[in-house]
C-alpha cells in the first residue's frame, strides 16, 4: 500500500509539474530543408551528375576496347572456325562481358559511395552547428524530421529555421560545379 501511495504522490507530482521541452528535451530539425536551403542538395545532385557522366565515358571506352578485343578474336579464328576455335571465341566473349558487367556495378558502386560519403560529410559538417542552435533553446538532443521519423511534435522545438541561419554564417552553404555533359 505504501509502493502504491508513494507512486501516485510521484504521478502526481509529474501531473502537476511537466518537463517542458524547453528543459533538456529534444529539438527537431528538417536536414532535407537545411541541405536545400544551403544548396547543398544541388551541390551533391551535380557532383553525383557529374561523376555519372565521366564514369559512363570510361565504360563506353572501356566498352569500344572490349568489342575490339572480340572482333580480333573472331578474326583470329577465320572464317571457318573449328569447334575448338568457336569455343574459344564464345569463351572470350563471356569473359570480356563479364569484365563489363564488373566494370559497370563497380562504377554504379562508386557513385553509390560518393553520395553517401557528401551525406555523412554534411551532417557530420552541420552536428555542431545543430547542438549549438539546440543548446541556445536549452534542448539538448537534435532528432531529424524525417529519420527517423517523428510522430509528432510541438513547433517550439523545431530549430530548422535557426539551424539553416547558423549554418550559412558558418560557410556551409555550397555552390553546385558546373554540370558536365557527355
Keep these: 500500500m505504501k509502493k502504491l501511495v508513494t507512486l501516485i504522490a510521484i504521478l502526481s507530482g509529474l501531473a502537476l509539474n511537466p518537463i517542458k521541452a524547453a528543459d533538456g528535451g529534444v529539438a527537431i530539425v528538417d536536414l532535407d530543408a537545411v ?12 557532383t553525383l551528375d557529374n ?6 565515358a570510361e565504360l563506353n571506352k572501356m566498352q569500344q576496347n572490349l568489342q575490339a ?3 580480333k578474336a573472331i578474326k583470329d579464328a577465320g572464317d571457318k572456325p573449328s569447334e575448338d576455335e568457336r569455343r574459344k571465341v564464345a569463351l572470350t566473349n563471356r569473359e570480356l562481358e563479364t569484365q563489363f558487367q564488373q566494370a559497370r556495378a ?3 558502386q562508386d557513385i553509390q559511395l560518393e553520395k553517401l560519403k557528401l551525406i555523412n560529410n554534411f551532417r557530420n559538417d552541420l552536428k555542431p552547428h ?4 539546440a543548446k541556445k533553446k536549452k534542448l539538448h538532443v537534435v532528432l531529424n ?6 510522430y ?3 513547433d517550439s522545438v523545431d530549430i530548422t529555421v535557426e539551424l539553416t541561419a547558423e549554418a550559412k554564417k558558418a560557410g556551409l552553404a555550397k555552390k553546385a560545379p558546373e554540370r558536365k555533359t557527355q
Design 35 to 46: 541541405a536545400k536551403e544551403l544548396g547543398v542538395l544541388e551541390f551533391i545532385a551535380v
Design 51 to 56: 561523376m555519372k557522366v565521366a564514369k559512363d
Design 69 to 71: 578485343q572480340m572482333n
Design 106 to 108: 563497380k562504377a554504379a
Design 130 to 133: 545543430a547542438l549549438t542552435v
Design 145 to 150: 524530421k524525417v529519420m527517423p521519423p517523428v
Design 152 to 154: 509528432a511534435f510541438d
